[in-house]
């Protein structure tokens, strides 16, 4: 790819969406739109070039439940809603084409637990031929199939027990386990749970099956990973952990071997034999690493690397290894951004990455040698660019040169887009570059939706530096009208708000029942340097809260539709934990949501999964560090809580412990502070079924509601 195509994509995308709405005919964004979204998700393309498929996840609000079908689109476009590929009931996902584009498999509810299965595919016509035909069938389930790109094997995760040998032991101790009155469990060791659910004791591994296997075969599937370890390990999505080499004889992948996974962010790369044999571990670096990908020639191996140990949000490099000489390269060391998904182009000259910048992404590539290719004006302040980001994902480069990923804003969900194909003529530039959009799952939907494009705002926040917010009015915006204003505060803490979707914290949806909303990119984001991020571990409570404050004062006095009498503040994870440290140093909200935020600091050490985290933002354990853990944690100051405020929390919250929410409403019911509870005995640390999440919205906005008197 020429760098002139990534630099012509944002001025295409800035045409394409920077529009306001035209309010006329169109309706405020409600949550029962939000739940008809098609929510699409990774391009697959054919390997003859001619196709695209994808999955797509449907929510049936009434029935409770979501289900994913697979679809496709041609290549050459135009934009389309498509068509689904496998007119079935059952919940289908991950479709991967065959080396030859003549069969595809994918993983399929059709069975309990899941499966592969596979059909031939058509390419003439876009169609699958023939009925299609299970493919594993382990009585742990199998899914993340990948094909050899010799088109001879398969190669899928599933949870086994790392004792058992075989799939006969892995079934028995499944239907003890099932079968016992006795629920008890017993720990010897940390991790016992993670996330949202108890290990049960087994590992995911990666096993291998012959792609020409008959069914009666597929319970001798081989286990490439065996022990006591993850391959690979727990991930809440993005790109594959493991990859075949393009000979088909080996496989890489991520696993944390060396560490205990609850003190330890040391992920490794490995690879190991097809055919058998003992790994190799390959990488060198003390933090973690992870997603290899081989070079389609099969020269290199590319993946993504932390330098620090125990530090989740440290920056993402992109290293290369000439997998001749062994040598390893940095290739994103004068980069000061962190590397997302990444893609090599089909000729293997070049690597085309994604990284989080200023509240959006942008589109960078680096060739295996070392050149580095960038926009001029990445690293110069927010202020003095135009900004205008849009957010990518899902990178993959197909036939013909063609890099497809998924795109999406604050004012439409993910869609499926192409760079370089024969596709809309009016989006034609010089030298050939085109940019355009394959899916339109949504167009119709939203076409009737009132909703604001995000706006951007940069103020002086703490130690007078730059500091990023971000602005959604509400539908039907009258400038010479008062607004009450939702101040939403994000998690990680080093997270970042920005022109992206997303179902669970939604701007245009907290805006559309006539609301401004802000969200406030403080000290600690990422998208503005590893050294801004830094800036909050060990500070929770310091620089952020600086900037938050520093930030609704600069939207009071800028925007003078807002009404500062009004104002609520709302958060969670990390959010939460701002949203409890203001109850005590501030009066200025008029309500406050916390939701799965920490509390008490020295306690939610103690009841968390992930030690590794609270050592590195705290400087260690509490009997080490008690003074800043007591320095920073909300509960040392609820003598001064007075702000009403709405608790959310889930009991499978693993990482923020349920205790903690329970803790603060005791606290508040005690201080005689209005206050409400709302508890999700079924979710965890987000709420995610459909009307668990139609509940909490309406919880929040009618508690919002009737503390600022909309």
């Known amino acids: 790819m020429h760098w002139k195509i990534l630099t012509l994509l944002f001025t295409l995308a800035l045409s394409a969406f920077a529009q306001s709405p035209t309010p006329s005919q169109k309706h405020p964004f409600t949550f029962e739109d939000m739940m008809a979204l098609k929510r699409v998700g990774a391009p697959v393309p054919s390997p003859d070039g001619k196709w695209v498929v994808f999955d797509c996840e449907d929510v049936d609000l009434a029935a409770n439940t979501k289900i994913s079908h697979l679809w496709i689109v041609p290549a050459s476009g135009p934009a389309a809603a498509g068509r689904r590929l496998n007119p079935t009931a059952n919940h289908e996902e991950r479709p991967r084409f065959s080396p030859d584009g003549k069969r595809l498999i994918w993983t399929s509810k059709a069975t309990n637990p899941t ?16 009925k299609p035909h299970q493919v594993t069938n382990i009585s742990i389930g199998a899914d993340g199939a990948i094909w050899s790109p010799d088109g001879k094997n398969i190669v899928f995760v599933s949870a086994a027990y790392p004792d058992c040998k075989d799939d006969a032991c892995n079934k028995q101790r499944d239907e003890e386990l099932k079968k016992s009155k006795v629920k008890a469990k017993i720990f010897t060791r940390l991790f016992y749970r993670h996330w949202n659910a108890f290990t049960e004791f087994k590992r995911s591994h990666l096993f291998v099956v012959g792609a020409d296997a008959d069914l009666s075969q597929m319970n001798t599937a081989r286990d490439l990973t065996p022990g006591d370890h993850d391959v690979p390990p727990f991930s809440l999505g993005g790109q594959d952990m493991y990859t075949i080499s393009p000979d088909g004889q080996e496989v890489a992948y991520t696993s944390n071997i060396d560490e205990v996974e609850a003190t330890s962010t040391n992920n490794e790369i490995f690879i190991v034999p097809i055919a058998d044999g003992t790994p190799k571990k390959i990488s060198t670096s003390s933090g973690a690493d992870t997603t290899p990908l081989y070079s389609p020639d099969g020269k290199f191996l590319a993946w993504r690397s932390q330098a620090r140990a125990g530090f989740e949000a440290d920056k993402w490099r992109l290293l290369v290894q000439d997998r001749q000489s062994g040598k390893t ?36 590539a680096a060739a295996p040698e070392g050149k580095l290719f960038y926009e001029p004006d990445l690293f110069a302040p927010v202020s003095t660019r135009p900004w205008f980001r849009l957010h990518f994902d899902d990178l993959t480069y197909g036939a013909h040169d063609i890099l497809y990923f998924t795109v999406n804003t604050v004012t439409f969900p993910s869609e499926i887009w192409q760079v370089n194909g024969s596709v809309r003529e009016n989006y034609a530039q010089p030298g050939g570059v085109k940019m355009a959009a394959l899916t339109a799952m949504n167009d119709a939907l939203l076409a009737k939706v009132d909703m604001w494009p995000l706006e ?52 245009e949806l907290f805006a559309a029942n006539g609301y401004v909303v802000v969200t406030i990119n403080f000290h600690g984001s990422t998208g503005y340097g590893q050294k801004f991020t830094d800036s909050i571990s060990g500070d929770w ?42 109850l005590g140093h501030t009066n200025r909200f008029k309500c406050i949501v916390s939701h799965d935020g920490t509390f008490n600091a020295e306690s939610a050490y103690g009841t968390t999964e992930e030690l590794w985290f609270m050592n590195w933002e705290f400087g260690g354990p509490p009997w080490k560090k008690r003074d800043v853990y007591r320095k920073w944690s909300p509960h040392e100051y609820a003598a001064n809580f007075k702000t009403p ?66």
């Open 456 to 507: 951007s705002f940069i103020f002086k926040g703490a130690n007078e530096e730059e500091v990023q917010g971000f602005l959604v009015k509400p539908p039907g915006f009258d400038p010479n009208k008062k607004y009450p204003l939702k101040f939403l505060i994000h998690g990680g803490p080093q997270g970042a708000w920005g022109n992206s979707w997303t179902y669970r914290w939604n701007a």
């Open 115 to 130: 499966q592969i299965w596979m059909c031939d595919f058509d390419s003439n016509a876009g169609a699958l031929v023939g």
């Open 329 to 364: 390269r940095d290739l994103t060391e004068k980069l000061d951004r962190s590397v997302g998904s990444f893609t090599w182009k089909v000729d293997s000259s070049l690597i085309v990455f994604a990284v989080e910048d200023c509240g959006g992404s942008l589109l960078c």
């Open 541 to 582: 409570g310091g620089k952020p809260y600086v900037d938050l404050m520093k930030g609704l004062d600069y939207v009071e006095k800028t925007y003078p539709f807002i009404d500062k009498n009004r104002e609520a503040a709302l958060g969670a994870s990390y959010g939460g934990y701002m949203t409890n440290w203001l």
């Open 645 to 710: 405020t709405l608790v959310v929390h889930g009991q499978n919250d693993y990482r923020l412990d349920v205790s903690q929410g329970f803790d603060l409403f005791t606290t508040l019911q005690v201080l005689k502070v209005p206050s409400k509870m709302l508890y999700f005995p079924d979710e965890g640390h987000w709420v995610l079924k459909p009307q668990n999440s139609q509940l909490w919205y309406k919880t929040v906005n009618d508690w919002v509601d009737q503390w600022c008197g909309r």
